[in-house]
């Protein structure tokens, strides 16, 4: 039997688990694990976030769920892929961004000496709340030359305007709410 089409927004509305005060009281969390977990749900989510930036040659995913869903893109795509790491998992020399969560700081970090000179770049990652993480990301690929062709993300919470902090890319929200 195949996979049946069904459409990323519908998946993700569908299949979603919210946790409210998670990780910290007053954080509403949304665990895509079950998008991740259903073929057809994690398909259309590939394809809708591959399809930002068709002309990309390199996928960045920001860790951790970026990770899965970069790897899968690229796949996709047949380009490679980029694993922005949170701080201190990568052996020096490192390339660095701290940044601000809505609930406490973080550092995202990749090779010091990969070169992304030239390589356009298509970020993705599962949420966008508010913007520290992408903005933080897009910093350290323009710090290490990459030219930014689009930035992807799975769900956006709007009350959040996340979008403010995000740069001035094309920015592709498969949904919002």
Known sequence: MGIETVSAADAVNRLTRWRDDFP??????????????????????????????????????????????GAGV???????????RKGGKLPPPVLSRDYELEYGSARLEIPGDFDLRGRRVLLVDDVLATGGTLAAATELLNAAGAEITAVAVVLELMALNGRARAGDYPLTSLVQI
């Open 74 to 84: 690229a796949v996709s795509m047949n380009r490679g892929v980029l694993a922005v």
């Open 24 to 69: 910290s009281p007053g954080v509403r969390f949304a665990d895509l694990t079950p998008v991740f977990a259903d073929p057809q749900g994690l398909r259309a989510v590939i394809d809708g976030l591959a399809a930002a930036a068709p002309d990309a040659d390199l996928v960045a995913g920001i860790d951790a769920r970026g990770f899965l869903l």
